[in-house]
């Protein structure tokens, strides 16, 4: 007589489901969610290859004042991926920490960043700078993270505030919407958009 062996099988094998609060977060997401700024043109023009990000805490300490010119901050950007590059230069690791020293409201800190090269989500190597106490690989999964400080696309503040993302680009021109440029899309503080929302332009 032949006994059969019957598999059990749980709900989340039949219906695929999983935990959302488990499932890893693709770099994708991150950017699309601003937890990332893409910045890979940028470091094309220094001779860096592989697509590369900043993490939105690293982006903050590199500009954690209001209305910080833009000159500034594109200023602060670039030194970041030049000490980025000089110290990867002599480097085989995949990660490391570096510093750079940038103006901000005229103190000359010197910030500690780190840097790692790991697989995309297409197994692609990508570079993420972020602060020595991040791991690329949990970027934008702390749902313990302050809304306040998140930072926006022009796209998330134009659909919040019901505008057309052109006419939000032309309120950060006029500079009725503090804005910063990051790889070349500007970037709004959450709490700008709440200020907004609150009190008007």
């Not at 200023?75 to 990867?88: G, I, M, P, Q, S």
């Not at 960043?113 to 020595?132: H, N, Q, R, W, Y």
Request: include cysteine.
């Amino acid at each position: 007589m032949e006994i059969r062996r019957v598999r059990l099988r749980k709900p989340e094998d039949v219906w695929g489901l999983a935990d959302p609060e488990q499932q890893r977060k693709t770099r994708q997401d991150a950017i699309d969610d601003g937890d990332l700024v893409e910045i890979t043109r940028m470091g094309r023009d220094l001779g860096i290859m592989y697509p590369l990000a900043v993490s939105e805490r690293a982006a903050q300490s590199m500009v954690p004042f209001p209305n910080i010119p833009q000159e500034t901050v594109t200023e602060n950007l670039w030194d970041t991926l030049h000490a980025f590059r000089d110290k990867a230069c002599t480097m085989t690791e995949g990660e490391f920490e570096f510093q750079v020293s940038l103006y901000q409201n005229g103190l000359v800190p010197t910030l500690t960043f780190k840097a790692a090269v790991s697989p995309g989500d297409d197994g692609e190597p990508v570079i993420t700078i972020m602060l020595p106490d991040e791991n690329w690989e949990t970027i934008g999964c702390d749902h313990h993270r302050t809304a306040g400080d998140a930072m926006l696309t022009v796209e998330d503040v134009a659909s919040t505030l019901n505008f057309t993302p052109g006419r939000i680009r032309e309120f950060i021109r006029e500079e009725r919407i503090p804005a910063v440029k990051c790889g070349g899309s500007w970037r709004i503080k959450r709490s700008e958009l709440d200020r907004i929302m609150n009190e008007g332009f």
